[in-house]
């Protein structure tokens, strides 16, 4: 057989993008293992077997074999998970501390917030060169949340994006078709700016990241696509100022009642900005990032705190959007840029948005990406209005 080197077999395997389990069990103590395992695979439906590779030298591995029960449990992540992963993936001793689960019925740890569990007794173990062959029995099997998984590629972590497809379901069919007529116009961008490009339609009191294309410059991150902010200053300014007098009113009726006025005018001044440019502009990476994290939280969690959470970051983002004068000649954290897309009837349904990277861009280069972006936005609209039925 060819001498395969190790560098040049991880780095080869390394581009096959796999999922993300954790495989867990109890100790004879009672005391909670944990292993992260990309190897797992759905073996046979009749009998209900499924399988996975752990390396022999794993410790875990060893604690799992060598206690008196024979059942284990397949946590499959959620993309929101990459802590718990690398948690885990390490070789530390309560890999699962600070980490919320509770034992399945047939006695495995169920980490909360995963996609799906697996409850397995134990099948068969082989031989596999360096690693063990396992097959499970599936006793118990269930789905616990929708989130999108956690995926590992060329030793990175991202998650699922359907493309330009949307996964909340509560889109219109209408407008996905819509979503796709403008995708190469999308990709294209992406592709020249060696950007991230997304697409967000809005829905009643939110906007809804229906599309996304190219992968984001920061590392570890997960797709946008799904995710839901709320339609309301300073971001969205897109819709605000150019879906008509109803969107207007119904972003700046958001502002929070205690505010001060001169807010509003704050506001209403970014508005005529968006209006005058053709587009929103988000620089700051602090503020922008902060938004994420909580868009994030809030859409993972689904909890009302974490939305009320989002409201006050967004709110607190007032500067960061619509408000800098970029200068060719300076350097900003330049954030996001937006720009309109217009559907046959001249409605605003999409906005069309090119992410920044984490450092400084050059006030020249954000003009170019800017002017770049509207004309994409532009070569949309002209598809929406030519080709949609
Ligand atoms: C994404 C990812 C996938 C992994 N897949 C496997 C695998 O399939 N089999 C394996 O033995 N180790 C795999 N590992 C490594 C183990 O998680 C890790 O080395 C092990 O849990 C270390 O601690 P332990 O051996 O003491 O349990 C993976 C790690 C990561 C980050």
């Known amino acids: 057989m060819a001498k395969i080197e190790a560098y040049e077999f991880r780095r080869v395997l390394g581009a096959f993008p796999t999922g993300v389990v954790i495989v867990t069990g109890m100790d004879d103590a009672g005391q909670p293992l944990a292993m992260t395992v990309g190897s797992f695979v759905s073996v046979s439906l009749d009998p209900a077997l499924v399988g996975f590779l752990p390396t022999k030298t794993s410790s875990s591995w060893a604690a799992l074999q060598n206690r008196k029960g024979t059942r ?3 946590n499959v992540l959620a993309s929101d998970q990459e802590d718990l992963c690398r948690a885990v993936a390490s070789r530390k001793q309560d890999k ?3 980490f919320e689960w509770e034992l399945s019925e047939h006695g495995s740890p169920i980490l909360a917030d995963s996609v799906a569990f697996i409850d397995c007794e134990m099948h068969s173990v082989s031989d596999a060169g360096d690693h063990d062959w396992v097959m499970g029995s599936v006793l118990d099997l269930f789905t616990l949340s929708s989130s999108l998984p956690l995926l590992f590629f060329r030793g990175g972590y991202g998650s699922f994006a359907p493309g330009s497809m949307a996964i909340t379901t ?5 407008v996905l078709g819509q979503l796709d007529l403008i995708r190469p ?11 991230e490009v997304s697409v967000m339609t809005r829905l009643e009191g939110e906007l809804v990241n229906v599309g996304s294309a190219g992968a984001s410059t920061r590392a570890g991150r997960s797709s946008r696509v799904g995710i839901h902010v709320p339609f309301m200053p300073p971001i969205g300014g897109v819709f605000a100022a150019f879906g008509g007098p109803e969107a207007e009113a119904a972003w700046l009726e958001q502002i929070h009642p205690d505010a001060d006025p001169s807010l509003r005018e704050h506001f209403e001044a970014g508005l005529a900005t968006v209006r005058e440019r053709g587009y929103a502009s988000g620089i700051g990476h602090e503020q922008g990032a902060g938004i994420e994290v909580s868009a994030r939280a809030a859409f993972i969690g689904k909890d009302p705190a974490a939305r009320e959470k989002l409201r006050a970051v967004v709110h607190d983002a007032a500067e960061t959007f619509n408000t800098a004068q970029v200068q060719a000649d300076g350097d900003y954290e330049f954030h996001s840029a937006t720009a309109p897309v217009f559907d046959k009837d001249g409605a605003c349904l999409f906005s069309m948005t090119v992410w920044g990277s984490d450092a400084l861009t050059s006030g020249a280069d954000v003009l ?3 002017e770049r972006l509207q004309r994409a ?3 949309a609209s002209q598809e929406l209005k030519f080709r949609s039925r």
């Open 72 to 74: 284990f449990g397949i």
């Open 96 to 98: 699962l501390e600070g």
């Open 170 to 174: 509560d889109i219109p069919v209408s």
């Open 185 to 195: 116009q999308m990709e294209r961008l992406s592709a020249e700016l060696v950007a």
């Open 368 to 370: 170019a990406i800017v």
């Open 377 to 379: 936005a532009d070569a």
